[in-house]
């Protein structure tokens, strides 16, 4: 039965298809896509943390078969906060360079803001440079010009790249206002590639459960591609255009569920009370292409950020598991100055 926010969560009974032997994903501390160190934790910032380090350390972890990871925090904040010095941290340890850049995926939405804001910050405070950093965002409206106050270029643009350092040419977002849209599509895959892959893909969910723009449906190994949107999405997406549903666009092109597969390392960013039941479809049931998120229990490197609030459908047991193994193995702190 679904619970309902402020009422106590109750046990589920078992279900076909339940993983009862999941282990908690841990980074491995092998090399990296040319060698480099694999990815730190973070310290003071573990599940149930109430607040986390101020500073930009790392912990150490050591090797084990990685597996999908459910990190949750206390509420939005100390989860965009989370993942901020998450993606920090795993680009200092990268240690990009002029012939070696960090490859990163980005979502676009309003969960992403807080952890964009704290990257913001981590930049203008030193800590963090994007110079040797390329971009890849998920997806963009078909027809809604750049310019557009709603279009994900301007999204971009106002909301991260022109606070930070990165090079214009190395954010690269789908046009979707190209002539030939699925030759749009298909250069940007090859971009992908010629970059070397994604090293690590950050994305949202809708309350649905879609991933960039892949509606209920997908293949589970689509590619970037045109994308028809579900009533669901347009409605949700009609608050940024004055609650006109005539004003917000219909179609879309977006990575496939498959182009994010292939990242090395996969962050999902899930918060609200309003997605816990598509928390619950990701990775409490089996994978299926209605909930098109649950794909990513199948990724070898997956690692879900949510605040309490999102993990109101989950049993407590659940809960409970994944709280318990992300504190364990945290002990050894390693200083950046050290690297």
């Known amino acids: 039965m679904r619970t309902s926010r402020g009422l106590r969560r109750l046990p589920r ?39 986390g380090s101020a500073g930009l350390n790392l912990l150490s972890w050591k090797p084990c078969v990685p597996t999908m990871r459910l990190v949750i925090l206390d509420n ?36 992403p803001l807080g952890c964009y804001k704290k990257l913001i910050e981590y930049h203008k405070n030193g800590d963090l440079s994007f110079k040797y950093v390329k971009t890849f965002n998920m997806d963009e409206y078909v027809g ?8 994900y270029h301007s999204y971009m643009w106002n909301n991260f790249f022109k606070h930070i350092d990165i090079d ?17 599509c298909d250069a940007f895959e090859k971009k992908i590639k010629e970059a070397g892959g994604i090293d690590l893909f950050v994305g949202g969910i809708g309350p649905d459960g879609h991933i960039a723009f892949n509606e209920p449906g ?24 004055d609650g006109d549903l005539s004003k917000v666009p219909t179609m879309a092109l977006t990575v496939g569920v498959g182009t994010v597969m292939d990242a090395r390392e996969v962050m999902i960013l899930i918060t609200g009370a309003h997605k816990a039941f ?29 605040d309490e609030d999102a993990t109101l459908e989950l049993r407590v047991k659940t809960v409970k598991y994944f709280k318990g193994t992300d504190t364990r193995g945290e002990k050894q702190v390693l200083d950046t100055s050290t690297e």
Not at 81 to 91: G, H, L, P, V
Not at 218 to 241: E, H
Request: glycine share 10%; with cysteine.
């Open 144 to 151: 809604l010009p750049r310019n557009h106050p709603e279009s």
């Open 76 to 111: 939005y904040d100390l989860a965009s906060e989370w993942a901020a010095k998450y993606i920090c941290n795993r680009i200092i340890q990268f240690k990009p360079g002029q012939d070696r850049y960090f490859t990163l995926g980005l979502p676009t939405g309003s969960t």
């Open 168 to 184: 214009p040419n190395n954010a690269h977002i789908l046009d979707g206002n190209a002539t030939d849209l699925q030759a749009e």
């Open 13 to 51: 009974a078992p279900r076909a298809g339940a993983h009862p032997g999941l282990r908690a994903w841990t980074p491995l501390a092998g090399r990296g896509r040319s060698g480099s160190p694999g990815a730190a934790g973070l310290r003071g910032s573990h599940a149930g943390s109430a607040g």
């Open 218 to 241: 997908s293949s589970l190994v689509s590619r970037t591609r045109l994308k028809t949107l579900a009533m669901d999405t347009i409605l949700a997406n009609a608050k940024y255009f």
């Open 278 to 306: 598509a928390l619950y479809k990701a990775i409490e049931e089996g994978v299926n292409h209605m909930w098109t998120v649950s794909a990513f229990q199948q990724h070898p490197r997956t690692i879900f950020v949510c």
